[in-house]
């Protein structure tokens, strides 16, 4: 069971300062994986562990518990925890291999561009959910279609939307049946997440999941040509949709710039 970490005078070496932290990160989810890490560590919380309730959970870190639910979601979707409901959240057994990976490497991707995000995962997805529909497990099958539900049940909340279409592909990442596979899904989870958001505005419910149902059914059914083909439109539609996106983005900020620069105009010319 988890417990409070005992004080100590002075500060430990390498000891992370929360209020520093999240002054510049501004990221409970970091904080949150560090002070797991320091837990790990420290043997004061072992893989498998029920978490204490939210309310002591948030007490004890010192955040608010708004942020703390949306910050575990996250970790749930990297394979830190698992939230059961009515039960409570527990760290997964094979959590410390996550948490072990340092801060740095997590968020590396964060500045990725695009085209270097998109170029991976076409080199990389749709083999991925080739081998899933050759080796996903019933459990894996069971957590696909469990993202198609939250998805469907999203009513149009874009962190719900965002959390289970990212859900579905950490599961076909998973369902490859290579442990390496998993790990690089750690590895890029943040910048798929911020590709996710982006596209999310872009499109309606029904658009994303007239490419997931048919990705599930190839699962389903075994068929591995079909599954890399289908999982290789889902890649270049969402490409598509982002740079639409940034275009959208890039005119809106030069017409911004042109009212601006036209304001100052008339400004110089009444005087």
Known sequence: MYRSAPRKAGRAPHA?????????????TTFLV????????????????????????????????????????VLEIMGVITQKVGDGSYLNKDASS????????????????????VEMRLMMEPMFAAKAAERATAADIALLRQSIVDLEGSEQDRLRIVSSDLLFHRVIFQASGNRLSGRLFQTIHRAMLNMMMVTSQMVDLKHTLQFHLPILEAIEQRNPQRAFSLMTDHLIDAQNLALNAREQERAKQFRAHLAKSGGHSTSRVKR
């Not at 992370?16 to 409970?28: F, I």
């Open 98 to 117: 996550v948490l072990s990976v340092p801060m740095e490497f997590l968020f590396l991707l964060d500045d990725t561009s695009l085209e270097e995000l």
């Open 16 to 28: 992370v300062d929360p209020v520093r932290l999240l002054s510049t990160k501004d990221d409970v």
């Open 34 to 73: 560090v002070r797991f890490q320091e837990l790990l560590s420290q043997g004061l919380l072992a893989p498998g562990t029920r978490l204490p309730p939210e309310r002591e959970l948030a007490a004890s870190f010192g955040v608010a518990r708004s942020s703390l639910r949306q910050a575990l979601k």
